[in-house]
């Protein structure tokens, strides 16, 4: 076997290459070592240095986060190892148009900071699912959330992380997938179970910087190594693999030549793969559901020091959305100039020589960049980067997923469970799902497809759109009650699953092979049925709402945007069962119980579960809470912020302008 991969001119029968000897010299491994020795070094600082023993100092950091820090944890939090695989993948595959999907985001921070999570604020809530609580009253509505928010960060959040994660480990390091996933998750819960969301925000903060300047070394090497951007427009549309016929079948030159619009992000709406009206408006729904009401985005949020960090961390994140562009996408594009036969194969039986996968290997082409472009010690800084996007993504994960499960779940089991208890089921809950990932592994690596970036978004377009509905109409109008939204979510949830399910049946098709999917159920667009599983949504929960009773204003102040800033007392719609559970639950426990072993005693004070301080008074409580509830600013930061977003919105317009 070869032990390189040369440009495109790589014989088509060449063995893939011995990439396990790529992380072997003394160079890589120690800068790999010093990243995890950095890493556990800040978690476990950070774990010192803030309060764990509380439920909002373990879910939310004490409230207490500096604008820089939050927004550098929502960037890292967003761009996963997935991101380096599926994006750079797709813009292989067929160019530039798949970076609007991140430069979405830049218009919906904006939305997150100045109309969510002001209301989020003002509701008191710590999770998403209590919001609905608040917002609509019952438990149906918190409990599904819950439930369904769980599951997605297993089924898409947790599984694409390690699939793409999985990649940079089998081809850099030659380790066990089994073995290398479980090193990676139990170092990332080591921390996220110990020390909360503060050790997840600092750990994020020094994995955006790793990740951001490994990402940018290897950027500047790619434009040296293809001659320039010039030099890169023009041999990107010449990247054609060598072998294009072969295993009885006849193969349309669109399968393998690079689409005629692979730098412009408006395409086709009819015949484009992603169609402008769907990338505006279908890819706005899903991302109003990602950036405003997922709980792992707005955890970070409802942190921060005041409204004006809030908003702050909001314009860093959407100025960092920028980068992907220029540090995956265009790399991913440059490694098909680069290595053509292997990236852009299409004749099954060359793809699986390559990259072990009949439906392509455009999932490789970050990876093979890193390994075969980058020097010593900086392909070891490269991998640390991919390593700090996936270890950065499932520690948030962990944390927002033991905060659903905590606060919305187990209350219900446990009506009166102590704040120590609380947190212990927290912690143990991250651990489940750590065990729950690891057992995962090999369904990610069985269903693995030719591109992923699709495969997480076509899975997001059947599922997100209702609840986006929801929120949307919840913060928006007043009018929309239980039963309205409750049915929207469940006529929503069956439409979804047709189409995601006869997906699964019939399969998504190929270039080669087609799909035999009903024109009915397959034939639009993901992202135009997202639009249509939208408005769908949106006829059902305004329908049955003003069929049915509304909900007095008394149990809505500050919790839908007409009556955010009304200061008369609300009347919470459970009020009653929600007194029973909060005196309930005590805040410490006695002395009695906090005593025991050694080992018992070692264990409560690596997890901070010791008692830290003496007990708050009543009136100290009463004002605890209404600083977590205040969303005041001062005048000149609230200007500066403002003309901040301002800027931010010209610069996202431009960039879709020009690149239109």
Same mark, same amino acid.
């Given at each position: 076997?070869?032990?390189?991969?040369?440009?495109?001119?790589?014989?088509?029968?060449?063995?893939?290459?011995?990439?396990?000897?790529?992380?072997?010299?003394?160079?890589?491994?120690?800068?790999?070592?010093?990243?995890?020795?950095?890493?556990?070094?800040?978690?476990?600082?950070?774990?010192?240095?803030?309060?764990?023993?509380?439920?909002?100092?373990?879910?939310?950091?004490?409230?207490?986060?500096?604008?820089?820090?939050?927004?550098?944890?929502?960037?890292?939090?967003?761009?996963?190892?997935?991101?380096?695989?599926?994006?750079?993948?797709?813009?292989?595959?067929?160019?530039?148009?798949?970076?609007?999907?991140?430069?979405?985001?830049?218009?919906?921070?904006?939305?997150?900071?100045?109309?969510?999570?002001?209301?989020?604020?003002?509701?008191?809530?710590?999770?998403?699912?209590?919001?609905?609580?608040?917002?609509?009253?019952?438990?149906?509505?918190?409990?599904?959330?819950?439930?369904?928010?769980?599951?997605?960060?297993?089924?898409?959040?947790?599984?694409?992380?390690?699939?793409?994660?999985?990649?940079?480990?089998?081809?850099?390091?030659?380790?066990?997938?089994?073995?290398?996933?479980?090193?990676?998750?139990?170092?990332?819960?080591?921390?996220?179970?110990?020390?909360?969301?503060?050790?997840?925000?600092?750990?994020?903060?020094?994995? %955006? #910087? &790793?990740?951001?300047?490994? !990402?940018? $070394? *290897?950027?500047?090497?790619?434009? @040296?190594? +293809?001659?320039?951007? =010039?030099?890169?427009?023009?041999?990107?549309?010449?990247?054609?693999?060598?072998?294009?016929?072969?295993?009885?079948?006849?193969?349309?030159?669109?399968?393998?030549?690079?689409?005629?619009?692979?730098?412009?992000?408006?395409?086709?709406?009819?015949?484009?793969?992603?169609?402008?009206?769907?990338?505006?408006?279908?890819?706005?729904?899903?991302?109003?559901?990602?950036?405003?009401?997922?709980?792992?985005?707005?955890?970070?949020?409802?942190?921060?020091?005041?409204?004006?960090?809030?908003?702050?961390?909001?314009?860093?994140?959407?100025?960092?959305?920028?980068?992907?562009?220029?540090? %995956? #996408? &265009?790399?991913?594009?440059? !490694?098909? $100039? *680069?290595?053509?036969?292997?990236? @852009?194969? +299409?004749?099954?039986? =060359?793809?699986?020589?390559?990259?072990?996968?009949?439906?392509?290997?455009?999932?490789?082409?970050?990876?093979?960049?890193?390994?075969?472009?980058?020097?010593?010690?900086?392909?070891?800084?490269?991998?640390?980067?991919?390593?700090?996007?996936?270890?950065?993504?499932?520690?948030?994960?962990?944390?927002?997923?033991?905060?659903?499960?905590?606060?919305?779940?187990?209350?219900?089991?446990?009506?009166?469970?102590?704040?120590?208890?609380?947190?212990?089921?927290?912690?143990?809950?991250?651990?489940?799902?750590?065990?729950?990932?690891?057992?995962?592994?090999?369904?990610?690596?069985?269903?693995?497809?030719?591109?992923?970036?699709?495969?997480?978004?076509?899975?997001?377009?059947?599922?997100?759109?209702?609840?986006?509905?929801?929120?949307?109409?919840?913060?928006?109008?007043?009018?929309?009650?239980?039963?309205?939204?409750?049915?929207?979510?469940?006529?929503?949830?069956?439409?979804?699953?047709?189409?995601?399910?006869?997906?699964?049946?019939?399969?998504?098709?190929?270039?080669?092979?087609?799909?035999?999917?009903?024109?009915?159920?397959?034939?639009?667009?993901?992202?135009?049925?997202?639009?249509?599983?939208?408005?769908?949504?949106?006829?059902?929960?305004?329908?049955?709402?003003?069929?049915?009773?509304?909900?007095?204003?008394?149990?809505?102040?500050?919790?839908?945007?007409?009556?955010?800033?009304?200061?008369?007392?609300?009347?919470?719609?459970?009020?009653?069962?929600?007194?029973?559970?909060?005196?309930?639950?005590?805040?410490?426990?006695?002395?009695?119980?906090?005593?025991?072993?050694?080992?018992?005693?070692?264990?409560?004070?690596?997890?901070?579960?010791?008692?830290?301080?003496?007990?708050?008074?009543?009136?100290?409580?009463?004002?605890?809470?209404?600083?977590?509830?205040?969303?005041?600013?001062?005048?000149?930061?609230?200007?500066?912020?403002?003309?901040?977003?301002?800027?931010?919105?010209?610069?996202?317009?431009?960039?879709?302008?020009?690149?239109?």
């Amino acid at each position: 076997m070869a032990s390189t991969l040369s440009p495109s001119s790589m014989a088509p029968t060449e063995e893939p290459p011995v990439v396990s000897q790529r992380i072997q010299n003394a160079a890589d491994i120690s800068v790999i070592v010093i990243y995890f020795i950095v890493v556990l070094a800040v978690g476990l600082w950070s774990m010192a240095k803030s309060n764990r023993g509380t439920v909002g100092g373990f879910f939310l950091a004490g409230r207490d986060v500096a604008w820089w820090l939050m927004g550098a944890s929502l960037f890292a939090t967003n761009i996963g190892s997935n991101h380096f695989v599926a994006m750079a993948g797709t813009g292989a595959a067929s160019g530039i148009a798949v970076v609007a999907i991140l430069w979405n985001a830049m218009f919906m921070v904006l939305l997150l900071g100045w109309v969510f999570v002001p209301i989020y604020i003002k509701a008191g809530v710590m999770t998403m699912p209590e919001y609905l609580r608040k917002r609509f009253g019952g438990k149906r509505l918190q409990i599904y959330f819950s439930v369904f928010s769980l599951f997605i960060m297993l089924v898409i959040r947790i599984s694409s992380s390690i699939f793409s994660g999985a990649i940079f480990i089998q081809l850099a390091l030659g380790l066990d997938i089994n073995l290398a996933v479980f090193i990676l998750l139990a170092t990332t819960a080591l921390y996220t179970v110990a020390g909360g969301l503060a050790s997840v925000i600092y750990t994020d903060t020094v994995q %955006t #910087v &790793i990740m951001l300047v490994g !990402s940018l $070394i *290897l950027m500047g090497f790619a434009f @040296a190594e +293809v001659g320039g951007y =010039e030099s890169f427009t023009e041999k990107y549309m010449n990247a054609t693999p060598s072998v294009v016929e072969g295993d009885n079948l006849t193969i349309s030159p669109k399968c393998y030549t690079p689409q005629a619009d692979s730098f412009h992000i408006f395409r086709d709406p009819i015949t484009g793969d992603i169609p402008w009206p769907g990338l505006i408006f279908g890819t706005t729904i899903l991302a109003i559901w990602y950036w405003c009401a997922d709980q792992v985005i707005v955890q970070r949020c409802l942190c921060g020091k005041n409204m004006s960090h809030v908003k702050a961390a909001c314009i860093l994140c959407g100025y960092l959305n920028l980068l992907p562009m220029f540090f %995956t #996408v &265009i790399p991913g594009m440059i !490694s098909r $100039i *680069l290595y053509t036969d292997m990236v @852009a194969c +299409v004749v099954p039986s =060359e793809c699986v020589k390559h990259c072990g996968t009949a439906v392509g290997c455009t999932n490789y082409a970050y990876p093979t960049l890193v390994l075969e472009l980058m020097p010593d010690g900086l392909r070891g800084l490269m991998l640390s980067a991919m390593l700090a996007s996936l270890m950065s993504t499932l520690t948030s994960i962990f944390n927002s997923a033991s905060t659903l499960f905590t606060m919305d779940l187990y209350t219900k089991m446990r009506k009166k469970a102590s704040e120590r208890e609380l947190l212990i089921a927290g912690r143990a809950f991250s651990i489940v799902l750590l065990i729950i990932s690891i057992l995962w592994v090999p369904l990610v690596q069985t269903s693995q497809s030719g591109q992923l970036f699709h495969y997480i978004t076509s899975f997001s377009s059947y599922i997100g759109p209702p609840i986006t509905a929801v929120f949307v109409l919840a913060i928006l109008c007043k009018r929309v009650n239980e039963q309205g939204a409750f049915w929207g979510l469940m006529v929503g949830l069956v439409v979804g699953l047709i189409r995601m399910i006869a997906e699964f049946i019939y399969g998504t098709g190929t270039c080669l092979a087609p799909s035999n999917c009903p024109t009915i159920i397959c034939g639009v667009h993901y992202l135009y049925f997202a639009i249509i599983l939208f408005f769908l949504s949106i006829f059902v929960i305004l329908g049955i709402s003003f069929l049915t009773k509304p909900i007095p204003d008394v149990h809505l102040y500050r919790l839908c945007w007409s009556l955010w800033n009304n200061t008369e007392e609300r009347i919470d719609l459970d009020a009653e069962e929600e007194t029973q559970e909060e005196v309930s639950r005590a805040p410490r426990e006695d002395a009695a119980e906090q005593s025991g072993g050694c080992l018992k005693r070692a264990c409560s004070l690596f997890c901070g579960l010791q008692d830290t301080g003496p007990k708050l008074s009543k009136e100290e409580e009463e004002a605890l809470k209404e600083k977590f509830s205040d969303t005041s600013e001062k005048p000149l930061w609230r200007n500066v912020v403002n003309i901040n977003a301002i800027l931010l919105l010209a610069v996202a317009i431009f960039a879709h302008a020009y690149f239109a």
